[in-house]
């Protein structure tokens, strides 16, 4: 009787085991112990793009410079008031390098994000008195004046062109948020993690990021080098 069932739960083991439950996974295929790995974190080197943000320049020079910028920060300061005059003078100007400005307002300068919003929505006016406006809240705060929502709209009723009531509903309405966020988030994802931050894109695919303030010398190697 022993020997007998054991012949019989043999034979039901081998009968249970080769019950055809479906096809085989596929080599590599997830299962239960071979689940799909996680994708591989991000490297932060991709180069940013121009988007549809402001351009300052002939949109056909050869090299790209895009800004991330905050209008409340010291070094976004420090960067305009030093080394972009040059950058205009010597590569914008002649047609070799354009400029383009994205939004990048950290969240301990509680007016940046304001100032953003308000140079935005110039822009719908025009990128002449977006740039403008964007000169006039750098300049005014040099020159010792608070960045304040009060001195913004002080300063935008300086700038030739601009319809005040059309900027300020505008800015009221928050209009251009969601693409200041955008700006904000593309920075990150390209490895910008504070401002000023750069890319500067060359003619033949080249790329660069820089981080920080830096003397005029340190772009203009960049660009030369682009351009050889």
């Known amino acids: 009787m022993g020997l007998l069932g054991l012949i019989v739960g043999y034979t039901l083991a081998s009968g249970m085991g080769s019950t055809n439950l479906g096809a085989p996974a596929e080599s590599g295929a997830p299962t239960a112990q071979n689940p799909t790995p996680p994708p591989p974190p991000p490297t932060n080197d991709t180069p ?8 300052l320049g002939d949109a056909d ?6 800004e991330f910028s905050d209008f409340q920060c010291p070094f976004s300061a420090k960067f305009y008031t030093e ?3 040059k950058i205009k003078e ?3 100007d002649e047609g070799k390098v354009k ?15 304001p100032a953003a919003l308000a140079v935005e929505c110039a822009a719908d006016q025009s990128e002449d008195v977006a740039w403008a406006l964007h000169d006039a809240i750098f300049k005014n705060q040099s020159a010792g004046q608070e960045l304040n929502p009060e001195n913004i709209k002080k300063w935008a009723a300086g700038v030739s062109g601009l319809n005040g009531s059309t900027l ?8 251009h948020e969601e693409e200041i966020n955008k700006d904000m988030a593309d920075g990150q994802a390209s ?3 504070g401002t000023p931050g750069f890319w500067i894109l060359g ?12 003397p005029f010398d340190t772009f203009k190697a960049e660009f030369d080098a682009m351009l050889q």
């Open 83 to 85: 080394a972009l005059v």
């Open 168 to 175: 300020q509903s505008c800015i009221d309405n928050k209009t």
């Open 48 to 55: 940013a793009t121009a988007d549809d943000d402001m351009v």
């Open 203 to 214: 003619p033949n695919g080249q790329s660069k990021k820089i981080s920080g303030a830096y």
């Open 191 to 193: 490895g910008i993690d």
């Open 99 to 113: 400029l383009v400005y994205r939004d990048y307002p950290l969240s301990f300068h509680p007016n940046a994000f």
């Open 90 to 92: 010597e590569y914008i």
């Open 61 to 66: 020079a050869p090299i790209t410079l895009i």
